[in-house]
Structure formats: C-alpha cells, structure tokens
C-alpha cells in the first residue's frame, strides 16, 4: 500500500464549525473498502444522491479531497441562487419553481458560504475547462484525490444512475501526459443504509486499455457504480471489508 502523504488542510478557517452543524442533519456513514484504501493521488467517482454523498465524504472522510463541482455554484452569490433554485432544486429535485426561489433567499448564503469554505474545484462546459484539469492536477501532484461526481442528472438524481459525463476521462489523460497513472475509485452512496461502498481502484492506463473510447468507458464506469448499488450488505461482509474511512 502506498504511503499516504501529510496534505495541509486547504478549508477555510471558520469550515469546521460549518462541518460540525452538518452533522447534525448528516450522520456518520459506514466507509466499507472492497481493495485498496484510497491514500493520495487518486480520483474518486461517485454517485450523486442530491447532497447526501457528497456531503458524507466531507464530513466524515479524514483523507485529502477536493471536490468538483459546476461552476455556477462557485461563481457568488447571485449565480448561484440563480442555479440553485432554477436547476437544483426546480429542475433536479422537483420542486415547484416558486418554493425553490423561496427558499432559496435562506439557503442560498448559507451554501455559498459553504462552498466558498469548501475550496471547491469549478467545472466548465466549455474551454474554461482546461483551468479545472490545471487546478485538478495542481491538488493531485499536492497528495490530495479528486472526487467527482459525474452522473448524468437532467431527470434528476436517481438510484440507478443513467449515466456518466467523461469530463473525468479528459482529465485522466491530461495527468497521464504528465506521467501521472491515476487509480480511479468507483464509489456508490447507499442512502438507505447510509453506506459509502469503494471500489477496489483501478489505474486509468489500463482502463484505457481497454476501453479506448471515452463514452464507453464512462458507460462501463457507470455499470460498475450501478453494480455496487445493488451489493447486499449484512454484519460478515461489512466486518470483512470495513476500514476507516
């Protein structure tokens, strides 16, 4: 197993006591590793499952992350109510428009409040992008891993995932220029049980091995997290596989 780097904790300074309120709303997920441990260096893929799972590795995980995330939630206050209330909440949690922006006038600061703490990485549709893959490969040559949450929501977050965006892939390969062979962790959040499953990681070079094509690999990645959602868990296969998260 590789030795796990000393990363300096990049949040801002009042961040711990935001964490320390989530929890009251977010309780303590059970981490179960199917391989490796995750350490430093790599990329972690998960569902999206609204808030819950990224809110779960925040809170609760003790390795060095950096999340992804849309641009219009890292970009103030404005753009952000704006998507939160329209896309978020309207679009993909299907609320009706008017309670969203409601709400929103409240729970808009407090999120970019959050967010700002959360030294979030922002993600482009366009050629902005080359500056999320430079930002992204500046926190993984760091020690940190990269957590992105690709999933394929324009109905909305679903337990069954649709499918995948291949962003990750893109910046996979621009690591992989640089000599970097990143693992690449699929994960999946159990809600229910409020269970965070990892996947045994793979490296990026031999999943391009052998699926060269980028929608391919980002459906079979899909498949994967997909698989891990419909795993059964009981006491014996959480105690084999259990680690600290």
Known sequence: MAKEKKVKNKRKWYFGFLK???????????????????????????NHEGTDAPMAFEIYSKKPIR???????????????????????????????????????????????????????????????????????????????????????????????????????????????????LPVFISYYNKKKNLYLIDVPIKYSLLKEHYPDREELSQMLCNRCNALGEMTYDDSFTAKYQKVA
């Open 20 to 46: 320390k309120l989530m929890k009251i709303k977010y309780k303590q997920p059970t981490f179960i590793y199917l391989g490796e441990e995750i350490t430093s260096g790599g990329v972690i893929l998960s």
């Open 67 to 181: 999340f992804w995330g849309t641009y219009q939630m890292n970009s103030g206050l404005k753009m952000m109510y704006k998507y939160q209330s329209e896309v978020y909440y309207h679009e993909k949690k299907g609320w009706k428009l008017f309670p969203a922006k409601l709400f929103c006038l409240i729970a808009s600061p407090l999120t970019n409040l959050f967010y700002k703490g959360l030294n979030l990485i922002s993600t482009y549709p366009d050629a902005r992008f080359i500056k999320t893959i430079r930002q992204s490969m500046e926190a993984i040559k760091a020690g940190e891993n990269i957590i992105i949450l690709p999933e394929k929501s324009n109905n909305g977050y679903q337990r069954t995932l649709e499918g995948f965006h291949g962003g990750f892939a893109l910046f996979a390969e621009a690591c992989l220029r640089e000599g970097i062979d």
